[in-house]
């Protein structure tokens, strides 16, 4: 059954950089299990990857990454643990994940945990399966049979660029360029800095909170990780936690290439138990698709809803008329 989408969108005042800024809450689940995810835009399509002429710091590790050519939305917070509790409820989808309290983020969540979830998320919407599985006789339909797949070219959707994702598909895991742009990214300046703060001093490690320039890391394996929504400062375009908190999931394969269906996937950010070094945009790793581990999370992105755009542009046009009538 689609679920009908509740939206409140919010636009900053930064198009003169051509950046479409917008918060977002998309509600998922019915009755007791329904739930809802925040999201923030990301805009600026188009923008040049990382190098030595755009970052500005020294670290030359996340050289190449970062760049993207059209306009989506990133989820501001991890997924929570409440959230994957409700779409299983809701849909019988046998997920596993370590018990923590409802708004601490979902961990012992393998990848294709992960994209299980995103599958649900678009079929509550009405949109395609982001992610192709191989199904058995009495799977559940949402790939319990946990054998990911490419998509092939008689597949409505097929993208030959990206042979994960269906490009019919709303929801998706964040390619490692999406998810890189949004937590380094500065639209103001067009430089990229080391950490998910906005800047290239080390964050202040803290067991939660949200003042500017402060991270969730440094701490003891017994604390956990804070709330999803606790989990310290933001990046420049309004994330919270893409550094700290737990490692998070991205859709992209290691070496990029999303050419085998069952090969290690990236992820990056640092957990709660880390040193400072592992928050850095330097650092990333790999992991097989099967393995869910106590540290390691996910968000997830999507693209611009249609409406959204139709009412830029009659904010765009109100705004010039306004301009004209005060210029008159």
């Keep these: 059954m689609k679920t ?23 509600s998922f689940g019915s009755g007791a299990n329904a739930f809802s995810i925040d999201f923030v835009g990301i805009g600026n399509p188009g923008n040049l990857a990382q190098s030595s002429d755009n970052r500005s710091h020294g670290e030359s590790g996340g050289d190449g990454y970062g760049s993207v050519g059209y306009e989506y939305r990133i989820s501001t917070y991890a997924i929570s643990t409440a959230m994957m509790e409700k ?14 309290t409802a708004d601490q983020p979902a961990t012992v969540v393998n990848w ?21 599985f191989e199904h058995q006789p009495g799977d559940d339909g949402y790939g319990s049979s946990q054998n990911i797949q490419l998509w092939d070219i008689n597949d409505p959707g097929y993208d030959a660029n990206n042979l994960f ?12 360029d999406e998810w890189y742009k949004a937590a380094y990214y500065d639209p103001s300046t067009g430089n990229y800095s080391l950490y998910a703060t906005g800047s290239d001093t080390a964050p202040t490690a803290v067991s939660g909170g949200t ?23 933001l990046s420049f375009y ?11 999931w991205l859709e992209s394969a290691f070496d990029g290439v999303n050419n085998v269906g069952n090969e290690a996937r990236s992820y990056r950010g640092g957990p709660w138990n880390a040193g400072e070094s592992e ?10 698709v099967g393995l869910g581990t106590g540290t390691t999370g996910f968000r997830v992105a999507s693209i611009p809803e249609p409406s959204t755009m139709v009412m830029l542009f009659v904010f765009l046009g109100a705004s010039a008329l306004v301009l004209r009538g005060r210029k008159g």
């Design 4 to 26: 009908t989408l509740m939206k409140s969108i919010l636009f900053s005042g930064l198009f003169g950089l051509g950046m479409l800024s917008a918060t977002a809450q998309d």
């Design 87 to 100: 779409a299983d409820a809701e849909a019988g989808l046998g997920f596993t994940q370590t018990t923590r």
């Design 112 to 132: 294709n945990q992960a994209a299980r979830f995103v599958n649900f998320l678009n079929e509550q919407a009405g949109y395609s399966h982001a992610y192709k």
């Design 165 to 176: 994702r269906n490009a019919n598909a709303y929801y998706f895991l964040p390619s490692e």
């Design 211 to 233: 003042d500017p320039d402060t991270a969730v890391f440094g701490q003891s394996n017994q604390q956990g990780p804070a709330d999803v929504d606790n989990a310290g400062g």
């Design 238 to 248: 309004g994330t919270m936690a893409q550094g700290g908190n737990t490692w998070e």
């Design 279 to 288: 928050l850095r945009s330097s650092i990333r790793y790999s992991q097989s």
